[in-house]
């Protein structure tokens, strides 16, 4: 033999030995064990170990230990079954303990049953029944199982996986998470244990003393209780409801920011307000919204509607205030609005609307642009106007206007006639039709008449100045009119009436300025651009824990001869049948049913100190 034959035979010797050690290092080890029986009736092919006094059976496999009172060993199979006080432990990723485990060293693949309980640095799975696939890193249960997280909390589910390298929690069908603030129940929760993130796809809530946060996809922040929901996100507070296509809170703080298509609705005041960013503090009793905001108020059988850049809600249910300010505009199918900024009062039932002299033009020859409200045929503008409701029918019975009052209304037949009435302040009421009845203007009263009889014949043209003027309508025309004090006055020929003379100083027809439906009240606002929403990544299924390449690891495991594989290998024979997945779908009765559990267990809960 020459030398090249020597070095070639070293060689096969080497990788031969290398080899066959590979695969003693593969086989299951049996470390100790105080007896060794042999039972071919019961466990043909297979040696029984028990424990004695001094301690259990240890057994060995590729870096994991394994401690129980007895165990069956079949060694052509590397299978291994083990019962009693059973524990199972891989370094700091593994610590399971059960009253039964059986174990493939070829498939690396673990079935426990009995009271298991998984350990690891960050939380614990409790299950009936559990599988564990060493090669994948992977626990799974199917029958129902509980995770322990100590600052998150306990959860409970149908289905659940455990991905232990990246600390992710997969639960399916059923899912609630319950800690010391809240609850939370999804169909589809992923959850990662080393930071408290949790993610919700399908109906899911998530319930505290304080709200029910409901949405179809969404994310929380178990540690540090802050998340966002979208897709069909809805927040209940104890008397508002906030909905919007994406929705942020902190319930540390009771606070809601929303996004694009939102609307709040006030429960105790049958309120509504609308836009595309709020802002909700429900301890502070405030709610801000901008980008197209529109209050919505319902009066009887009549809504009123309030816009403007940004409308802020505050006060308790029984003194909500409404501010609206820059361009605001109010709405009713007989009563229309405008001025910089419109304050309601619902205690005292007073809706003032209001100038900002900073928009005031700085023409000295300009006319001053006023607060305006139009009713029926009438237009009347002042430095502020005030319209007053009843605060236990919240109908608007008055109104009032302070310094500069100004009503006009167009002639009902002549081109460019215009009934014209100026003084200092001016009270106004309504009748049952909401509809303007009585005027009273008071100091330094002077009006502009156009005078007609029955025939609506127009008579002449009445001009006169007085201390005030108390007058009568009727369907939006003066039905008669009073002067009381009365400095001068004439009746003019509409020939002879010097058209220069035919409007008051301070004129000013806004007509074209009038909203006449809802959408009117948009009309000067800027176009709108939402911003696009990106959120969250839509849901990825769970992939069957028993996938292709499990079954062809455990079909590769069978070294039988082909003749002889009449009996199931032991490695496969707890693995499941397939079956349906199903969507539990939550209702608003299963949201109500939670939150008042939740509010009664924290009732019954004891002090601790």
Request: hydrophobic content about 30%.
């Amino acid at each position: 033999m020459n030398k090249l034959q020597v070095l070639f035979f070293i060689l096969i010797i080497g990788f031969v030995s290398l080899t066959t050690h590979a695969q003693e290092k593969k086989k299951i080890e049996i470390e100790y064990a105080g007896k060794l029986t042999i039972d071919e009736d019961n466990y043909p092919g297979a040696k029984v170990l028990t424990r004695d006094d001094a301690q259990q059976v240890h057994i060995k496999h590729k870096g994991a230990n394994m401690w129980c009172d007895k165990a069956i060993h079949y060694g052509k199979e590397n299978f291994i079954e083990a019962y009693g006080n059973v524990q199972l432990k891989q370094g700091d990723t593994i610590d399971m303990t059960s009253k039964y485990v059986e174990y493939s060293g070829l498939t690396g693949l673990a079935f426990a049953s009995g009271d298991v309980v998984l350990k690891d640095p960050n939380s614990t799975i409790s299950s009936d029944t559990l599988y564990l696939d060493r090669i994948k890193q992977q626990a799974f249960y199917k029958s129902g199982g509980t995770v322990v997280k100590d600052s998150s909390g306990t959860i409970t589910s149908k289905i659940g996986r455990y991905y232990m390298d990246i600390k992710k929690y997969q639960f399916v069908e059923d899912v609630v998470l319950v800690n010391k603030e809240s609850t939370i129940n999804s169909n589809f929760f992923d959850f990662y244990s080393d930071t408290g993130h949790a993610y919700l796809f399908g109906p899911s809530t998530i319930t505290t003393e304080t709200s029910v946060t409901y949405c179809e996809k969404g994310f929380y922040d178990t540690e540090n209780k802050v998340g966002y929901a979208l897709k069909k996100a809805r927040i209940d507070y104890d008397n508002r409801i906030i909905e919007g296509d994406s929705l942020y809170f902190d319930n540390n703080i009771s606070f809601a920011s929303a996004t694009n298509n939102i609307k709040v609705t006030d429960t105790i005041n049958n309120s509504i307000i609308k836009g595309h960013y709020a802002e909700v503090f429900k301890e502070k009793d405030s709610v801000f919204i901008t980008k197209r905001a529109l209050a919505i108020t319902q009066q009887e059988n009549d809504s009123i509607y309030m816009h403007a850049d940004k409308i802020m809600v505050t006060g308790k249910p029984e003194n909500r205030i409404i501010r609206a300010y820059y361009n605001a505009k109010i709405f009713k199918s007989d009563l229309s609005g405008k001025a910089d900024s419109i304050h309601s009062n619902q205690r005292t039932g007073i809706t003032e609307l209001i100038n900002l002299d900073r928009f005031s033009s700085g023409d000295k020859f300009s006319t001053k642009r006023r607060p305006i409200i139009w009713n029926i045929k009438n237009q009347m503008t002042g430095d502020t106007i005030h319209l007053i409701s009843n605060t236990e029918t919240e109908k608007i019975d008055s109104l009032r206007v302070f310094n500069n009052a100004f009503i006009i209304s167009k002639d009902t037949i002549s081109e460019n006639g215009y009934n014209q009435i100026y003084g200092m302040r001016l009270t106004g009421l309504f009748n049952e039709e909401n509809e303007l009845r009585q005027v009273d203007i008071v100091k330094n009263a002077e009006s502009i008449f156009y005078t007609r009889n029955d025939k609506q014949e127009l008579i002449g043209i009445d001009k006169a100045k007085s201390g005030s003027i108390s007058m009568l309508f009727a369907a939006g025309d003066i039905e008669e009119y009073n002067r009381i004090n009365q400095v001068d006055g004439k009746l003019y020929p509409e020939s002879k009436y010097p058209e220069k003379e035919k409007i008051l100083k301070g004129f000013d027809w806004r007509e074209d300025e009038r909203p006449m439906s809802v959408e009117d009240l948009f009309k000067d606002d800027p176009p709108l651009v939402l911003p696009v929403i990106k959120g969250l990544e839509d849901y990825v299924p769970q992939e069957d824990f028993f996938d292709e390449e499990m079954l062809k690891r455990i079909e590769n495991s069978d070294t039988r001869p082909k003749n002889n594989r009449e009996e199931p290998l032991k490695a496969s024979r707890n693995i499941p049948k397939p079956v349906e997945k199903k969507q539990v779908p939550l209702t608003p009765k299963t949201i109500k049913q939670n939150r008042k559990k939740l509010i009664e267990s924290k009732a019954n809960r004891p002090n601790r100190k």
